[in-house]
């Protein structure tokens, strides 16, 4: 019988490995040049965490059990709750802003499709202790410039703006009644994607006036403030903050990527503010990132009141869409220097050159079982090598190795003793980790 992985789950073999490496890694510089600081937590947690403020749909997908000792828990689907269970626990000893970041694995039971699955790893970039509409730039401006990090530009990505404060306004403007609001939100999410028949149905045997769910439909055709302010006078006075927002984005130089679309309410139930979602320009992908203003998070899981916001970014449709433009790397190779013995005798001279190379920091590797010459620079030319070292009797009496480029076939005789001099000086990179610099004391 032959057991295969979950449906749902990946196999990260090596070459996809790389390609999850290489957006993990723009995740992390990115991060790290806005100021954020990485953090983590258990991916398996109290299962009220997530009952208590996440909302419906993600607790109907929660993978979650009793444990041994009797406790009902489950896997992380977000980061959010345990950030501000985390923040809140220390939150008088933390400097605000907070700025942190983090790239758990998460796990939902969700329906197998197109950029959904089972398990996904997600940047979390959240700012605890700031209220003001310059927060939610600085975090929507982080978003973006992954995006440009990784290679993609306005053309391939839009950011989907939009702000609950502005849409409680709507709804009030045109006469929800407050029991109806969160009907109306589904209403508005689908209204982006088309199918929104069976909510308005919903809404009309509720009692909604059908003048006012045909006011709420034009939401779908607003893309500018004028057109907010023709459509809803009264409302628009709540969408300073999001011009705010608009107005800082426009000043970084990042406006280009911004659409205001009062169809992005996002399905969490603790957003109170500012709400955005990325998505490919073409519109054929599911969301590539989410996130808000969620200011009272913290205090509804028994800590401080501190505002809060963040993102979630994905790295399932993320990956689809750099396929897809071109924009994943080639693989590069994972050795730089290959080292044969002509024979046997040579092997504990070959053993000792490779270690002081790889004490260098170049990457090195040499046949473990001994064969031809010949063989061994065909698993050289396998491996992606750049150089061949082969050692010999002759070499061996002379000090020497034949140093061959396995690119242009060029060969010659350098010195053992100058090896490592030499490769360097042929611009091949050290890996070794930098050596720890003394830390600075401001005491005297
Ligand atoms: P979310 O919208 O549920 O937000 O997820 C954020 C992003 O994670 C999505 O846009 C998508 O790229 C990715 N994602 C979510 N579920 C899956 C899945 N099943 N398969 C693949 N990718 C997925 C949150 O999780 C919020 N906690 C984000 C946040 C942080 N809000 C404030 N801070």
């Not at 790397?329 to 092997?347: C, M, N």
């Amino acid at each position: 019988m032959q057991i295969k992985a979950l449906p749902g789950f990946r196999d990260f073999y090596p070459e996809d490995f790389a390609y999850r490496r290489h957006i993990l890694e723009a995740w992390r510089r990115v991060a790290l040049r806005y100021g954020f600081e990485e953090y983590d937590g258990p991916p398996l947690e109290q299962v009220d965490l997530y009952t208590v403020k996440s909302g419906e749909e993600i607790v109907t997908q929660l993978y979650a059990f009793t444990d041994k000792g009797g406790r009902e828990v489950a896997l992380r689907p977000e980061m959010t709750p345990t950030l501000a269970r985390m923040v809140s626990a220390r939150a008088r000893g933390l400097k605000k802003p907070i700025r942190w970041f983090s790239m758990p694995q998460l796990f939902r039971y969700e329906r197998q499709q197109r950029g959904r699955l089972r398990e996904h790893f997600q940047l979390n970039c959240d700012l605890i202790g700031e209220a003001g509409p310059a927060g939610d730039a600085e975090i929507i401006a982080l978003a973006v410039d992954i995006m440009r990090e990784l290679g993609l530009t306005s053309g391939d990505v839009r950011v989907r703006l939009s702000d609950r404060r502005l849409l409680n306004a709507v709804l009030g403007e045109v006469g929800l009644p407050e029991g109806q609001h969160g009907l109306a939100y589904q209403l508005l999410d689908k209204l982006g994607r088309g199918e929104y028949g069976k909510v308005k149905e919903a809404l009309e045997e509720g009692g909604a006036p059908p003048d006012a769910l045909a006011r709420l439909e034009k939401v779908r055709e607003i893309r500018d403030w004028d057109g907010l302010s023709d459509a809803f006078p009264a409302a628009a006075n709540a969408a300073d903050p999001l011009r705010q927002v608009v107005g800082t984005l426009e000043a970084m130089g990042l406006g280009e990527f911004v659409d205001l679309d009062l169809t992005i309410v996002r399905g969490l139930a603790y957003y109170t503010g500012v709400v955005f979602e990325l998505f490919d320009a073409r519109g054929e992908l599911r969301a590539i990132c989410g996130g808000g203003r969620y200011d009272h998070l913290l205090e509804a899981l028994g800590g401080d009141a501190l505002p809060a916001l963040g993102f979630g970014m994905g790295d399932v449709v993320l990956l689809e869409l750099l396929r897809e433009r071109g924009l994943l790397p080639q693989a590069s190779p994972q050795v730089d220097v290959f080292l044969a013995a002509v024979t046997p005798e040579d092997l504990p001279e070959v053993l000792g050159l490779a270690h002081l190379l790889r004490d260098h920091g170049f990457r090195v590797e040499y046949p473990l079982t001994m064969t031809g010459v010949g063989k061994q620079l065909g698993l050289a030319n396998s491996r992606g090598a750049r150089y061949a070292v082969v050692l010999g009797p002759e070499d061996r009496k002379r000090g020497e190795v034949q140093l061959k480029d396995l690119g242009s076939g060029e060969q010659r005789s350098v010195s053992q003793a100058e090896l490592p001099k030499i490769l360097r000086g042929m611009g091949l990179e050290d890996s070794r980790a930098p050596s720890p610099q003394p830390s600075q004391t401001s005491h005297g």
